[in-house]
């Protein structure tokens, strides 16, 4: 057996992309042609998406002030699925007078148990959509319906449900301590996760007394503005929920406008940074959820088959468009070239297309503009030095689509392994000991989720404790839980959202 | 002529456990509360703040590992040598030109904040950390860990006490500090350092430099390897300068202006929990 390893490995060096690592080395794959299957699409039918959408303020769709629209993309296709309003600080401001309205009026007024009995109605009848929302987030955003309709939005629903109990209980979630509301909450989301981000934002915020003004991103807001039917759906109170469509400028007006109590982003590091700065000398809270370079760190005595999945979840979820990603791997010394093998060809077997197919691995990239990003740091990469792979499998000729990529021969400082691609993009780095494995895993600007694959439970107890960042997976990657807090350390966020963690930034502390 | 001439204290900095003075070679004049010179102390600059944070940078380590128990038996020495030097203490404080009442009172109340926090070392993860019931099968729990380099900038309003109600919390909680003393009233700040080197708190855990406050706290909130800055200047330029710094890297920020520094409201957990991470770990759970 380990002979028959051995001369594998000698086979593999002199033609990488063709040969399997398995120890039956004549069984040769081949993954282009043999590992077809018959399409699968969901149906897309009964899915309702308005031509057009304006804002939802005070519990109405509301024209915009100046007639600027954007249009969404289905990236898979490159259609137009509908259009936009582009929100001024006038809209913004609209927005925040029914916010206030609404906290003042009605929403702080109402018992603890009234709010959360609406945010149960919001909960259950996400859960009665569950369909109709996920095939929308596949179809606006690019990703996998198996994703969107196994992860999104059941856990959206999730997040409602969990929150919605917490309204009538804040008095016990801090210790020697009475809440109350911060007030208005002006909350900005990506477009990674569009509706699971919202429930994020949204559930914690109302279930501590808060109303909110909330902007999806440009190249998502089509779920965003379903929700908003859903609150209306539920009778929410009028302005106690305004979503505000839009862009950066959008964002700005939000995050500057003066009568807003708290600001909530999730975004990159470099947006995380301005709205900081821009909230300077202001009595602003704030909460940031920002970008990530995740190391994922298998130890020799791992399972590496198990490990290998692992990293497929960490980098290809989502095609990578996750802030937590686990884009960085390193690889203990011994086990490297086996792993690295076995990996190729896991990778081989990824499926990436029409994010509709019930079989698709790796949908569409979310958007043209994060496609070239993407490119560009492929590109990058290659005249840094590394060793690039890509899988043989076709993609699409229509829409954004990027092959799972693999880098090797990469050292700490290239900017691959540094910055943040936001796509399915791995690089590869080995290290001897597990010191040194934590020090190439802290050696980023970031810190907000890592991975660590071995078979020895204090082993992981020791790194995790290490690692300097705010989710640590053992011998797992990318699990997510409305009672789990999430959020980073250093320069990726400040704040936790999600669990009791959650509550904090969405109440001021009273003696009690 | 008196019988004995008195022997004055040089005041230097704390640094890494050292008693550097200012690379700069300068000091300024401290006056008591009549206008009289009675010292002169470290007018430290931008490099003195840069070295100091290096310096506590190489202590993070360290002073995070050490286990709960020994932090809190490390801060209760503190608190017991200050105890030693309550004389020493007063009376600095009463040259400074505080009543004896009040110098004497400052003193006990530094060295029972002391004790509070000593008391919460191994209390605070258990208080704000959780086991989180995740739908999956994973074992999933939260618990706090220190933040890393806390700049601490104080105001006028104390000599001491404000010094050990913002330090304790802080290095409570496995943070290491570089302290900007009361620009006006450093000394007992200074003298400070000589209770910490004479407890068992590592060399650069704590980090007490004096100067213009305007001349170092740019640098200090600043700087790269600062994780987060607690100020106690309540003035809104220095407020925003601050806050605009800290965005540089995403740094952690608390405003705490105090009217009372005496106010036993500033004795509470939160003030530990304001420069922790809360780290959440998922285990599987099967066979």
Redesign the interface.
């Known amino acids: 057996m380990a002979d028959q390893t051995q001369q594998n490995t000698a086979e593999i060096k002199d033609e990488p992309s063709k040969k399997p690592t398995s120890p039956n080395a004549d069984l040769k794959l081949d993954f282009n042609s043999f590992w077809e299957y018959s399409a699968a699409p969901e149906s897309s039918d009964f899915v309702e998406i308005r031509k057009s959408y304006d804002h939802y303020i005070n519990g109405n769709f509301t024209a915009p002030e100046k007639d600027r629209t954007m249009k969404s993309i289905n990236p898979a296709t490159e259609e137009v699925l509908t259009e936009f309003a582009e929100g001024t600080s006038e809209d913004v401001d609209k927005a925040v007078k029914a916010a206030r309205k609404a906290y003042n009026k009605t929403w702080s007024k109402l018992s603890g148990r009234e709010r959360g009995k609406y945010i149960y109605r919001i909960a259950r009848i996400i859960q009665e959509k569950a369909r109709e929302l996920a095939i929308i987030e596949s179809m606006d955003g690019g990703k996998p319906i198996r994703e969107s309709r196994d992860v999104d939005i059941p856990l959206a629903a999730a997040y409602f449900f969990y929150y919605a109990g917490w309204a009538d209980k804040l008095d016990y979630a801090f210790p020697g301590r009475k809440t109350e509301p911060v007030g208005v909450c002006g909350q900005i989301i990506p477009w990674n996760f569009p509706l699971l981000m919202l429930s994020w934002k949204i559930a914690p915020a109302l279930a501590a007394g808060n109303t909110v003004i909330l902007k999806p991103a440009e190249s998502t807001p089509i779920t965003a503005l379903k929700f908003a039917e859903i609150c209306s759906e539920a009778g929410l109170p009028d302005g106690v929920v305004n979503i505000v469509t839009g862009a950066g400028q959008t964002g700005s007006a939000i995050v500057n406008h003066p009568d807003i109590d708290k600001i909530a982003f999730t975004g990159s590091t470099e947006v995380g940074k301005i709205i900081q700065k821009s909230l300077a000398g202001t009595d602003k809270k704030f909460t940031l959820e920002l970008g990530g370079k995740g190391p994922n760190i298998v130890f020799e005595d791992a399972s590496v088959d198990q490990a290998v999945e692992g990293i497929i979840n960490a980098i290809f979820f989502n095609q990578g468009h996750v802030c937590c990603a686990g884009s960085r791997l390193l690889v203990q010394e011994g086990i490297a070239e086996r792993l690295i093998g076995k990996l190729k060809d896991r990778m081989e077997t990824l499926i990436v297309g029409d994010p509709l197919d019930k079989n698709t691995d790796v949908g569409a990239i979310n958007s043209k503009a994060q496609h070239e990003r993407i490119k560009e740091y492929l590109d990058i990469g290659v005249s840094e030095g590394a060793t690039m792979f890509q899988t043989n499998g076709s993609v699409p000729e229509k829409g954004y689509f990027c092959k799972p990529t693999l880098f090797t021969d990469v050292g700490q400082s290239n900017r691959i392994v540094q910055e943040e691609i936001f796509g399915p993009v791995l690089t590869v780095q080995t290290f001897r000991t597990p010191e040194e494995a934590v020090q190439k895993a802290n050696n980023t600007p970031y810190g907000l989720a890592g991975g660590i694959w071995t078979d020895k439970g204090s082993k992981i107890f020791k790194v995790s404790q290490k690692v300097r960042s705010g989710v640590v997976w053992a011998n797992t990657y990318n699990k997510f839980d409305p009672t789990s807090p999430f959020g980073g350390y250093k320069e990726s966020g400040v704040g936790r959202e999600g669990g009791l963690h959650g509550l904090y930034p969405y109440v001021n502390l009273l003696p009690s | 002529m008196p019988d004995r001439i008195e022997v004055l204290k040089t005041y230097k900095t704390y640094v890494g456990g050292n008693f550097p003075r200012s690379e700069s070679g300068r000091t300024y004049p401290v006056n008591n509360r009549d206008g009289e010179n009675i010292a002169n102390a470290c007018r430290c600059t931008r490099k003195d703040v840069r070295d100091a944070v290096g310096t506590a940078r190489s202590a993070f380590g360290g002073w995070s590992s050490r286990s709960a128990y020994n932090r809190g038996q490390i801060l209760y020495r503190i608190a017991e040598m200050l105890e030693g030097r309550k004389d020493q203490f007063t009376e600095e404080l009463e040259k400074a030109g505080l009543k004896r009442k009040d110098a004497l009172r400052e003193v006990e109340l530094s060295i029972d904040r002391l004790i509070y926090f000593a008391g919460w070392t191994d209390k605070y993860p258990q ?1 704000f950390g ?1 086991v ?5 099968s ?1 074992f ?1 729990f ?1 618990s706090p ?1 220190a ?1 890393g380099v806390v700049g601490i900038i104080l105001d006028d309003s104390s000599n001491l006490l404000s010094l050990i109600s913002t330090m304790a919390p802080v290095i409570a909680g496995g943070n290491v500090c570089v302290v900007i003393a009361p620009e006006k009233q450093p000394l007992s700040a200074i003298s400070f350092g000589e209770v910490l080197h004479a407890s068992d708190v590592p060399g650069g855990v704590v980090n007490i430099l004096s100067g213009f406050r305007d001349e170092v706290i740019d640098t200090l909130s600043g700087h790269m390897n600062v ?1 987060a800055v607690l100020n106690t200047v309540d003035n ?1 330029e220095v ?2 300068l601050i ?2 710094n ?5 740094k ?1 920020v608390k405003h705490l202006p105090v009217e009372s520094w005496s106010d036993e ?1 500033l004795e ?3 003030l530990i929990i304001d420069f922790q ?8 759970v099967g066979v």
């Open positions: 208080v959780t989180n019931p995740v739908a999956s994973h999933n939260s860990e933040t994780n809104p407020r925003k806050d605009e800290a965005s540089i890297s995403v952690r409201s509470n957990p939160y991470e809360t780290k959440t770990t998922w285990h599987p």
